[in-house]
């Protein structure tokens, strides 16, 4: 059975109508992607916020310059073909238009440059931490460390039967089996390295994403403002088991960041009596 033309050029019309309905509805997910997200997701720090603002600043000035440069083509199309203007005309050269097309795109890309450089140093500049984490990646999870609190875990995806017994049923593919745990309004200073090939730490509501290198040890920064559970996955490829490399930070309130801590620092202080009895034995 066929479709004219005009029944498919309907039905696609609609379809795209409907979709975009539905895209426009979808609240940009907080902590994790949406089902028909088309915006970021939702912002959970400063930096965030402002690459948000950014995002949105570029969008509407490259909007308007579409915009502006469709309507100069319309109105050579229109005005300037050889049926409206069977005369044309032989200027050559034009003083005010020439300087206007050489400034006016300057002053686009310094209004361009000037958050944007802002944003960056944002970004770059750590400022004092509460807290210090070192990840490190490996082929395929995260170990995280606290130097200052004398923690250490490792961070492994869980698998569907693992999700299935949990409730609520975390994100597949994002869920983890120890997750990372933050102060709310807490400076954390994120340091990257690993242990066999590149890697990338990243957290797209956080604004965070920094390579983890065998070697080299690099640092970003993040203050997160609310609390919740926020997914990210590593984002350098790096194997055959790449897609299965999440992140979960959660952020809570102090009383119960001192509780985890306490408890964590239980558990690897026994990991290591643990190890060195082992090591002992051999």
Known sequence: MTM???RFGRHLLFSSIVGLALGGAAVAGE????PWEMKLQQAATPVMENIVWFHNFLLWLITAITLFVLA?????????NAKANPVPSKTTHHTLIEVAWTIVPVLILVAVAVPSFRLLFFQLDVPKPDITIKATGNQWNWTYSYPDDKIEFTSIMLSDD??????PVPPRLLA????TVVPVNKVVRIQTTA???IHSWAIPSFGVKIDAIPGRLNETWFRATKEGRYYGQCSELCGKDHAFMPIVVRVVNDQEYDAWKKQQQVASAARKSYASVGAAAQ
């Open 4 to 6: 004219s033309m005009g």
């Open 31 to 34: 902590g994790q992607p949406s």
């Open 72 to 80: 100069l083509l319309v109105i050579v199309v229109v005005k300037f």
């Open 162 to 167: 693992e999700r299935a017994k949990m409730n």
């Open 176 to 179: 983890v089996d120890n997750e």
């Open 195 to 197: 242990a066999d090939v």
